[in-house]
């Protein structure tokens, strides 16, 4: 079975700080790996995904996260956040198949003071 | 932009009653979901439908639950007879094939009294 670990319940940062929320990932098979972010009182938007190609994927917001296989790791960074950061973030594993369905982590609460 | 719609966007009802929620998922995709959120939790898998036939169902997706696609639009999920513990944000999905994102609707949040 699936299954996605987000150590990091929450994590407060200073405004233009770098930041990493960490996720690590267990799967007997390939997987497909996403980023969600969730304003408050809002749905859940896509930030980035890793399917295939490239290990380093990034997003248009500054946003980065990198595959790594062998730590069965995609932890997601930003050199640099803003206060418009400030939400929580969901890690996801697919493995496509049948039902493509997500399995998430438990989220990490990014939190950007000024 | 197409986009996931999701009706209500807030649903009250009393325990025992049956509620339908709704979801326009994007046109051309072939792949449906509804997850849920309890308050504070972790976003839970309930779901998946594709080829007009549910392709894996959670624990959490009893005999209570439901779900159909009337139309070629339309998505829903219904719950027969709704308990407190039912009380959360309902996401619907959609992706466009396997190994593909999924799209998030706003969600509904239904408080179950």
């Known amino acids: 079975a699936q299954s996605v670990t987000q150590l990091d319940s929450q994590v407060p940062v200073f405004e233009e700080a770098p930041v990493e929320l960490r996720c690590n990932y267990s799967?007997?098979?390939?997987?497909?790996l996403f980023w969600y972010v969730q304003y408050p009182n809002q749905g859940l938007q896509l930030l980035l995904k890793?399917?295939?190609?490239?290990?380093l994927v990034e997003s248009i917001n500054g946003f980065e996260a990198e595959f790594n296989k062998s730590q069965t790791s995609f932890h997601l960074r930003k050199p640099s956040v803003h206060i418009s950061d400030t939400a929580e973030y969901f890690c996801?594993?697919?493995?496509?198949?049948?039902?493509?369905?997500?399995?998430f982590g438990t989220g990490t609460l990014l939190a950007v003071q000024p | 932009e197409p986009e996931v719609t999701q009706t209500p966007s807030h649903q009250v009802t009393q325990m025992g009653q049956e509620v339908i929620l709704r979801c326009v998922p994007i046109?051309?995709?072939?792949?449906f979901y509804w997850y849920r959120q309890i308050l504070g939790q972790k976003v839970e898998f309930l779901v998946s439908?594709?080829?007009?036939?549910?392709?894996?169902k959670s624990e959490i997706f009893d005999d209570q639950f439901s779900v159909e696609r009337p139309d070629g639009s339309n998505f829903t999920l219904k719950i027969r007879s709704t308990k407190l513990e039912d009380s959360a944000m309902y996401f619907c999905?959609?992706?466009?094939?396997?190994?593909?994102?999924?799209?998030f609707g706003q969600g509904t949040r239904l408080t179950v009294v």
């Open positions: 996801a594993v697919s493995n496509g198949g049948a039902t493509n369905k997500l399995i």
């Open positions: 046109s051309n995709h072939l792949y």
């Open positions: 890793y399917l295939s190609g490239s290990t």
């Open positions: 799967s007997s098979v390939s997987v497909y």
């Open positions: 439908f594709y080829n007009n036939e549910i392709s894996e």
């Open positions: 999905a959609s992706s466009v094939g396997s190994g593909t994102e999924a799209f």
